[in-house]
């Protein structure tokens, strides 16, 4: 199981940004996805969450300015990101609650990370 995530790069303070992560491998259902981020010298937070069934929840930095999706049928999460401010400057990560067979076909359910891409926000 993979998580490829892109769409990072340098936008420009009230740009906008949409990020993608695609989850590709035996995988049978994915649960929760979710958008991370870690910025220079501070702790990974959670940015934004959503469900198999679409409900979202987001951190109160973020509200009113990002939008996670997911396309089920995809296996992808995205996450649109408008009004970008130099403090959403940071590495984002994606996520995923997964269950997936091994190559015994054996159910495995796992926490999934992406690679991260970096998303800079500067004039």
């Known amino acids: 199981v993979q998580l490829q995530a892109s769409g990072g790069g340098l936008v420009q303070p009230g740009g906008s940004l949409r990020l993608s992560c695609a989850a590709s491998?035996?995988?049978?259902?994915?649960?929760?996805m979710a958008w991370y981020r870690q910025a220079p010298g501070k702790q990974r937070e959670l940015v934004a969450d959503i469900t198999s069934g679409g409900s979202t929840n987001y951190a109160d930095s973020v509200k009113g300015r990002f939008t996670i999706s997911r396309d089920n049928a995809k296996n992808t999460v995205y996450l649109q990101m408008n009004s970008l401010k130099p403090e959403d400057t940071a590495v984002y990560y994606c996520?995923?609650?997964?269950?997936?067979?091994?190559?015994?076909?054996?159910?495995?359910?796992?926490?999934?990370w992406g690679q991260g891409t970096l998303v800079t926000v500067s004039s």
């Open positions: 491998g035996r995988i049978v259902n994915i649960w929760n």
């Open positions: 996520n995923a609650d997964l269950v997936y067979k091994s190559p015994a076909d054996t159910m495995v359910a796992e926490k999934y």
